[in-house]
């Protein structure tokens, strides 16, 4: 998978100037898109930031902090294809089972919902909070959706 976040070296000032160093550079769309008629299409990168000869090792600081980002921005990627691949299982579940079922499965995702925001204390991280809040918010809806899928197939049925 293409990187978003470049670690390179800094051609804009002189090797005497406390400037020169590294700069970490961002491409919303690595390599570029390829069109239809063959051509591609390549996005204005620009520089994010500056490491300065002010850190020790400019280079290597910025391969760092262009890695973290990276790495970061495949949890957001991966987090959203398993938000999908649980919506999809959600639904398929939901329209199969019976009224009984339904308020079972549905009690469940209250408990599992309870349990996401139970997990976190006060040395939690940013992310941790943001994550938590996302699988609360999942097991909610699904909760939700459930009940309302079972309600409207119990008053299409004739009971």
Not at 56 to 77: E, M, T, V
Not at 106 to 119: L, Y
Request: glycine share 6%; aromatic share 6%; net charge negative.
């Amino acid at each position: 998978m293409a990187e978003h976040w470049t670690a390179e070296e800094n051609w804009n000032f002189s090797d005497d100037d406390r400037l020169s160093g590294h700069i970490i550079r961002y491409d919303p769309m690595p390599g570029g898109r390829k069109n239809e008629d063959g051509t591609t299409t390549y996005t204005l990168t620009f520089s994010a930031l500056v490491v300065t000869q002010y850190v020790s090792d400019p280079a290597k600081a910025a391969h760092d902090i262009a890695n973290a980002l990276n790495a970061d921005d495949a949890k957001d990627r991966r987090i959203a294809e398993l938000e999908a691949q649980i919506a999809e299982a959600k639904a398929a579940a939901t329209a199969a089972i019976g009224e009984d079922d339904a308020e079972k499965a549905a009690k469940w995702h209250d408990r599992e919902a309870e349990r996401a925001m139970g997990s976190l204390n006060c040395g939690s991280e940013n992310w941790e909070y943001r994550a938590a809040h996302r699988v609360c918010d999942n097991h909610r809806l699904a909760a939700r959706a459930i009940r309302f899928t079972a309600a409207r197939n119990t008053v299409g049925d004739g009971s």
